[in-house]
């Protein structure tokens, strides 16, 4: 199985139509196919499809229902991956209460209702994935509550497709069993590895004490 991630065009991105209309296009999704690729994740930030205070925006939706059709047409699964949601990014800039805030985190299981009853026709070739890299190893247990709820309203509607999740500091492989049991065989427990940070990261402007003028090639 070989993936690509198509980081910066739902997610952290200029929030524009006229960035999501260019950024990516059914030509690209076409190439990746071509290059023998079967899969692909979407990061989606919350802006896109849900306002702050909750409306959802409908014609945001659009654009994940056009990847998820051009997918189908050049034979590729794809992940849905919700990279930030209202209260909460991995980017410590952006988070703002997620794991304190009762209202925040209805906000985000109606997105996951929302989302399930939108494209659980997808079950075959779609997945799930609750949130991008929670950072704070003090929420896990909260996190597991959150996740829980997630889960619970999602098989409402799609018993059976396939949910990933991963655990904090930044889905870690080091806190993967700081998570809840496995609640059925359709969840996926997943990790991040970026070691060597230094390669993976080189030149980062985010990473604390990151070289600006390092690079290393492959």
């Known amino acids: 199985?070989?993936?690509?991630?198509?980081?910066?065009?739902?997610?952290?991105?200029?929030?524009?139509?006229?960035?999501?209309?260019?950024?990516?296009?059914e030509n690209d999704i076409r190439r990746i196919s071509s290059w023998g690729l079967d899969h692909l994740r979407l990061p989606v930030d919350y802006e896109l499809i849900q306002t702050d205070h909750g409306e959802f925006i409908e014609?945001?939706?659009?654009?994940?229902?056009?990847c998820l059709e051009w997918c189908g047409k050049y034979g590729l699964?794809?992940?849905?991956?919700?990279?930030?949601?209202?209260?909460y990014s991995f980017d410590e800039f952006e988070s703002a209460g997620f794991f304190q805030n009762t209202k925040l985190q209805d906000s985000f299981v109606s997105l996951w209702e929302?989302?399930?009853?939108?494209?659980?026709?997808?079950?075959d070739r779609l997945a799930f994935e609750l949130l991008n890299e929670v950072v704070d190893r003090k929420v896990a247990r909260i996190w597991n509550g959150i996740a829980d709820r997630a889960v619970t309203v999602i098989r409402n509607y799609a018993p059976t497709i396939p949910i990933l999740m991963g655990g904090v500091e930044n889905n870690s492989i080091a806190s993967l069993k700081m998570l809840a049991k496995p609640r059925d065989e359709h969840i996926?427990?997943?990790?991040?590895?970026?070691?060597?940070?230094?390669?993976?990261?080189?030149?980062?402007?985010w990473i604390g004490e990151m070289p600006s003028d390092f690079s290393t090639p492959y």
């Open 114 to 123: 929302t989302f399930s009853a939108r494209y659980e026709k997808y079950s």
């Open 1 to 25: 199985q070989r993936g690509i991630n198509l980081g910066g065009w739902l997610s952290q991105c200029r929030q524009s139509r006229q960035h999501y209309d260019s950024f990516i296009t």
């Open 77 to 87: 699964n794809m992940i849905l991956d919700l990279h930030k949601t209202r209260g």
């Open 188 to 205: 996926v427990y997943n990790f991040h590895y970026y070691e060597p940070l230094i390669f993976t990261h080189q030149s980062a402007y």
């Open 59 to 66: 014609e945001g939706f659009q654009y994940i229902d056009n």
